[in-house]
């Protein structure tokens, strides 16, 4: 008889999870993986592919309000929630399928129901059943973190913003990173009057902060009421179900729903992982060395769960390095250096390596180049939102550090130029690059 149940068992079917189960199956191994909300994640289930659709519909409300500048005559136009609420669930559910047939395809066999570690080789389920496992891998990602004040109960997280029964007139806001961004920007361009509020004056942080701050010049440009600097200190809901929201050194803020996107936290409660003896930070983060391992050498970790970086491609990356490694005898370990990303705000803005900030503080003498200028879709608009393209240089060697930009399609233009940051290309290769015109790409290769 095998000396254990599997050879591998993950704990959490998101992104990373079903990557290296797929993948270590392929390898021969004999895996299962246990799942207690949705095979997907929080990126397909209730995260940034959902909330990337909602970013279309409302892009389409901003284009629908230029449509006369285009020649369109649109009578009669109205917006209704549940028509795109519903479409987005319906697109998830055929999401999650596809998720569960991958796993199925490769005769990983499926467990949906919580699992917990009671030991350095076994796993519990919620039923009850105890499994043994060589390696277990824990991918369950994170959960949004809730501040503890008067009225919390009252509040929504990111997790049901995808589900409300109606649009709200009056949307709170409590937040400054990507999340709080992006759903303001969503429900205000979707007619909500929107407030967003933050403890502190900051937003974004670890973006450029001349970007960001050329995002809230458009947000209030938009019609978003920003109260930046001011704490939360208690909500109340009154009769009719509106909440009052108090804040410190404010006014009150009148909602019919608040948002509270101040963060995400590891998901390890209660997972069991001190039966193990495996190691947390602070926050409840597993700690791992670059080969995912935890503390117990017969238990990994992937994805948010980690003291590393939470996002979906490098839950992806650590779950493919990981079979790779243990199963396929290919050792592989994930670069962190030089990663894009995005916020899909509204205008969205995306960056990759050094902000000006950090390369002044790292490199020392270091050249910016700037392009300040008006995307010619925003000539339709009765909006004078500039787009603004930044090139951050080592002066040493001309290499081309960074890139950070806010204007239409910024994610898209980033993601080809973030292959030249990581290559280390400098800014004479830039130059030397003929431009693609008209285009705000071409941007990035006509900077003086």
Known sequence: MAEFDYDLFVIGAGSGGVRASRVAASYGAKVAIAEEHRVGGTCVIRGCVPKKMLVYGSGFAESLHSAANYGWTIEGARFDWPVLRDFVLKDVERLEGLYTQTLENNRVERFLERATIVGPNTVQLASGRQISARYILVAVGSWPALPDVPGIGHALTSNEMFHLPELPRR?????????????????????????????????????????????????????????????????????????????????????????????????TDGLGLENAGVECATGGAIRVDDQNRTTCSSIYAVGDVTDRVQLTPIAIREGQAFADTLFGGKPAAVDYSAIPSAVFSHPPLAGVGMTEAEARAKLGDISVYRSDFRPMQNIFSDRAERGLYKMVVDDATDRVVGLHMIGPEAPEVLQAAAIAVKAGLTKADFDATVALHPSMAEELVLMK
Do not use: C
């Open 171 to 267: 949307l709170a806001v409590m937040g400054a990173g990507y999340i709080a961004m992006e759903f303001a920007g969503v429900f205000n361009a979707l007619g909500s009057k929107v407030t967003l509020f933050n403890r502190s004056n900051a937003v974004l942080r670890g973006y450029d902060q001349e970007i960001t701050a050329r995002l809230l010049e458009h947000a209030r440009a938009q019609g978003i009421d920003l109260r930046l600097g001011h704490a939360l200190q208690r909500i109340e809901k009154g009769a009719d179900g509106s909440l009052r929201i108090h804040l410190d050194d404010a006014a009150p803020i009148a909602a019919d729903a608040l948002l509270v996107a101040t963060g995400r936290r590891p998901k």
